[in-house]
């Protein structure tokens, strides 16, 4: 069960506003970016949350990986997105994959800070 856990908290994105707010086109874009990265989306889902007096609503969307999964996040009225990839390294070790993946989505969201933090989770079972 060893797998790798990469999060991302980013902060004054400078993206085009329809990533923060657009669900269906993030969510195309983030499969395209799964892909991309040689990882496999087996199922996906986008929601979009409503506006509030503080602006429009922000946006989920997840993909469900063979290897794990892809989970964004969206506030569009502070310019911030937080980012999770989980993969799981069984069988072979997901970790260039996911961090490929996770460079993809900063690069979208051009944001002027990141926070970024690694988790490796589980052991390696003995032989």
């Known amino acids: 069960m060893q797998g790798l856990h ?28 799964v892909r991309a990265a040689g990882l496999q989306p087996v199922n ?24 794990s999964h892809l989970c964004v996040h969206t506030w569009p009225e502070q310019a911030g997105v937080t980012v999770d990839v989980y993969v799981c390294n069984f069988g072979a070790d997901h970790s260039a994959k996911a961090h490929q993946l996770m460079d993809a989505l900063v690069a979208l969201f051009a944001p002027r800070q990141v926070l970024r933090q690694a988790l490796q989770r589980g052991a390696v079972a003995a032989a």
């Open 44 to 67: 996906q889902l986008a929601h979009t949350f409503p506006g509030t007096d503080h602006g429009p609503g922000g946006v989920t969307a997840t993909v469900l990986l063979a290897e």
């Open 6 to 33: 990469l999060t991302a908290d980013l902060s004054h994105c400078q993206c085009e506003s329809a990533w923060l707010t657009d669900a269906a086109r993030l969510l195309d874009q983030c499969v395209h970016n």
